[in-house]
């Protein structure tokens, strides 16, 4: 018979080890903030992570919540508190211009803190398990402390994958966001750490209450009403308002006169969405009413509506309309480009290249039809579903092409571009400016487009085909190959210098 003394030493024992471990991960987490890890891949990493952060977090407390309960029933309360919920950390942002990269010592640092920690979890875990299997309690929130401890310990093997490609390739620096999206990002994820402590600690209180009344069942229910409805509707709410105050910025005086080139941008983005709503109505009316986040996460989506509530009321509508058709803009111009790009492919048929084959490359070139090729898209991702490299493709749509032939690639470099690379060209460039162009070569990724080079891949080789994507502001829409395997120097058949202007 387990006595309430002991389950009160027990209860000391497990609020140290919650005031220990609630902040284990605040390291890795500002290893991320410090440009370790950027693009698809920093993200998920950065949501398992936050789950996982969210997980041990909530079974300490399940377990504090079970162990009081026995305690109490000698009659005499706990002198001490439950333990403090840690702020859950924003989500992290994607890159701008779709960025992607890292910095090989940051990563290391990160591999060797998820090592540290975990191994911490897994540790931890197995002691809180024993402590609260000699109470007669359920074992699981240790167990899933330690099954967390673990997941973060088996990611450092794709972490010594990625250090070690980028080790292979020249550092490009991340492309620097304006300061006003900055400042809009930082409000916005400040607001949200706020809304997710503040619901954290309220439901908590409520279990608290709860439990000292008999009725746990009411905590339970307190967590379940703020983490399905409460906190995503008011992180709605909020990431909607700092929307509607950053897209009236945008659209005034001083928003044209500090970005400029975005100002272009949002202007010839409105009129393909309108050329879009014409053509597509039905996709067109998906993208306006935010469809995905609807059928995801209705709580959040209902809460982005609050700021059109509220200006609807104070303006009789008249200014929810103006500032609806610039909420839903990104997602209107991309399914436009994305409906071009299949209208090109549609061209492409029409000229009698049938589904399954490469399209041609430079003219003259026979070595460049009839790869075998499988087709991959967001709900297929294919082999680079894990790599950072299905991000530059426009729509994470791509081509696994296998040559059946001599093929014919071309890449520019210089600056800090070597010359043989992963990215490549079946167009032979005609000169730096519609290199860059195409391929959307950020300055200040360090590539000059100086020189080219032309390869001739032999039969059998696998390669991945696209269209390049938005980068920095520049808006692709070339040919491109990723080889993710070593280019051969021998592959090399001829190499150039554009004429300097």
Known sequence: MVTSEEARTALRTIARLAEEQGNALDKAFRLFGDGALIGPGAERLHDGMLERHHTVQRAFMDAF??????????????????????????????????????????????????????????????????????????????????????????????????????????????????????????VTNALTEAVDWAGDRWADTVQSAANLAGLPQVGKLAHTYVDRLAKPMWQGAAEGGVSLIKQGWQASLGGMVTDWDGYLNRLEGASKAGTFAAQHPLEFLKQASDWKTLTQNPARWFGRLVPDITLAAATAGAGTASTAAARMGTGVVKAAEDAGAAAKAAENLADGL???????????????????????????????????????????????????????????????????????????????????????????????????????????????????AEQGGLTGGGSQVVITQHVDPDWITDRGEFPAR
């Open 65 to 186: 919540h079970e162990t009081e309960r026995v305690a109490r029933a000698g009659g005499e309360p706990p002198s001490f508190a439950a333990p403090y919920p840690r702020p859950t950390p924003a989500p992290l942002s994607p890159p701008r211009g779709g960025y992607v990269g890292g910095d090989p010592a940051l990563i290391q640092a990160l591999h060797d803190e998820l090592g540290h920690t975990g191994s911490i979890w897994q540790e931890t875990g197995r002691d809180l398990s024993g402590v609260l299997s000699r109470l007669g309690l359920d074992s699981r929130p240790g167990q899933h402390i330690a099954q967390a401890g673990t997941w973060l310990v088996d990611q450092r093997t794709d972490l010594r994958r990625r250090r070690t490609e980028l080790l292979k390739t020249p550092p490009t620096p991340s492309p620097a966001p304006p300061a006003d999206e900055d400042a809009f990002a930082s």
């Open 354 to 468: 049938t589904p399954g084959t490469a399209s041609r490359g430079a003219a003259g070139d026979p070595g460049t039809t009839g790869p075998s090729e499988i087709r991959h898209g967001p709900l297929n991702p294919g082999p680079l579903a894990d790599r950072d490299a299905i991000a530059t493709f426009r729509s994470n749509t791509y081509s696994t092409v296998t040559t059946t032939s001599p093929t014919t690639l071309y890449r520019v470099y210089g600056g800090t571009a070597g010359e043989l690379g992963a990215y490549w060209t079946r167009v032979k460039p005609t000169g730096p400016v519609q290199a860059i162009l195409d391929s959307a070569l950020f300055a200040k990724w360090g590539n000059t487009a100086t020189k080219w080079v032309e390869i001739r891949v032999p039969p059998g080789v696998t390669f991945y085909e696209g269209v390049a």
